[in-house]
T-cell receptor, first 113, second 111 residues
Framework: NAGVTQTPKFQVLKTGQSMTLQCAQD?????MYWYRQDPGMGLRLIYY???????DKGEVPNGYNVSRLNKREFSLRLESAAPSQTSVYFC????????????FGPGTRLTVL | DAKTTQPPSMDCAEGRAANLPCNHS???????VYWYRQIHSQGPQYIIH???NNETNEMASLIITEDRKSSTLILPHATLRDTAVYYC????????????FGAGTTVTVRA
């Protein structure tokens, strides 16, 4: 039981490049989330998916798109990366929307030059 | 969601209890208090949550004041592995999204 997995662990992009961050969970959870964490800051919600087939914006959605590919997988895409998107990205999941315990992945450390 | 106030940092001796305070004076009647922690470079980890009553699990105890305007997370026997940033979060459990993480308290457990 791997929990929440994220790929890649590290990535360096040039301004304007695109990339997709992958997230998968094997706990049969219905809801999934993408957060970003800037140095010395708390986490901020980018997008979430309350259930398969639905996605909604969080606090800081600009510059990102998401896809809930199936119940297990939730990807985050940067279409045209900017230095302001340099951050650590965390994916999380819960059994139900509003579930008490969010399970987090290990994070993807992204640097945009 | 109600905002929370936590001290930026605190030290604790290994083996002693660590008491982490959190103020949430604007909490509403249907809002829960959650605690998460983040060990360096890892994803956050759920610790405990509560509404009114004190709660205990294998990791910690949560003491909520009677007026619910503040709470204390207690790590009964702190170890070096408990060194982390601890986040106190208030939210309505029925919300289908969003844990609002503030700056948290950086707890350093010293040998």
């Amino acid at each position: 039981n791997a929990g929440v997995t994220q790929t890649p662990k590290f990535q360096v992009l040039k301004t304007g490049q695109s990339m997709t961050l992958q997230c998968a969970q094997d706990m049969n959870h219905n809801s999934m989330y993408w957060y970003r964490q800037d140095p010395g800051m708390g986490l901020r919600l980018i997008y979430y998916s309350a259930s398969e087939g639905t996605t909604d914006k969080g606090e800081v959605p600009n510059g990102y798109n998401v896809s809930r590919l199936n119940k297990r997988e939730f990807s985050l895409r940067l279409e045209s990366a900017a230095p302001s998107q340099t951050s650590v990205y965390f994916c999380a999941s819960t059994w139900l929307a509003g579930g008490n315990e969010q399970f987090f992945g290990p994070g993807t450390r992204l640097t945009v030059l | 969601d109600a905002k929370t106030t936590q001290p930026p940092s605190m030290d604790c001796a290994e083996g002693r209890a660590a008491n982490l305070p959190c103020n949430h004076s604007t909490i509403s009647g249907n809002e829960y208090v959650y605690w998460y922690r983040q060990i360096h470079s890892q994803g956050p980890q759920y610790i405990i949550h509560g509404l009114k009553n004190n709660e205990t699990n294998e990791m910690a105890s949560l003491i909520i004041t009677e007026d619910r305007k503040s709470s204390t997370l207690i790590l009964p026997h702190a170890t070096l592995r408990d060194t982390a940033v601890y986040y106190c979060i208030v939210r309505v459990a029925q919300n289908d999204y969003k844990l609002s993480f503030g700056a948290g308290t950086t707890v350093t457990v010293r040998a």
